[in-house]
Each structure stands twice: as structure tokens, then as C-alpha cells.
């Protein structure tokens, strides 16, 4: 299954208008967190944008892309450099982790 979804995934460029579901958001970003990292930091943050003028200011920093406007939910996943400095690590592995 996994490797089916590998070889069929592709890039949306157009969207249906419909409001995704908070449940199916949420199941998303559970799954989502689930992803293995280093010494369990789970350095990702993620912003759920869907306001339509969010999204326009958005696509401004985004190319001017018309898929940043048109999608019914942009989901922008950040990661925390902070933690692979040093100091950081040992903190989290003298927690236990």
C-alpha cells in the first residue's frame, strides 16, 4: 500500500470548492505526527490556513501560485531548527527520551 501511494502520488494543481472536515484534518495531522524522528523531537509545527485572505497573502510568498487560493485548506508544515543544536539534544535524551 505504501509503496502503491509512492508511485501514484502526484501534484494537485486544481481543487474541488468543498470545506474538508475537521475530523479528516485532525486524523491527518494524527498520522501525521506519527512520522519517526530523530531522538523522538518531533521538530515539525504545522499552520492550517483557511481564511481566504490569509490564503491571499500566502500566495503572495508562494510565487503568486493560484492552488495557494483555490485549495479549500492550505497546511504549511514547519520544522523547528532549534533542534539539532547541541544543547537541545542533550536536554531531551537527560529526559529520557
Keep these: 500500500m505504501v509503496k502503491e501511494a509512492i508511485e501514484q502520488r502526484r501534484a494537485?494543481?486544481?481543487f474541488r470548492p468543498d470545506p474538508i472536515p475537521t475530523g479528516i484534518l485532525t486524523e491527518i495531522f494524527r498520522l501525521g505526527v506519527r512520522s519517526p524522528s530523530g531522538f523522538n523531537l518531533q521538530p515539525w509545527r504545522f499552520i492550517v490556513v483557511q481564511e481566504q485572505a490569509n490564503k491571499e497573502k500566502l500566495r503572495?510568498?508562494?510565487?503568486?501560485?493560484r492552488q495557494v487560493t483555490e485549495a479549500p485548506v492550505v497546511l504549511i508544515c514547519c520544522g523547528d531548527s532549534r533542534v539539532t543544536e547541541t544543547d537541545y539534544i542533550e536536554s531531551v535524551i537527560q529526559l529520557g527520551f
Design 60 to 65: 503572495a510568498c508562494a510565487f503568486d501560485q
Design 12 to 14: 494537485a494543481r486544481s
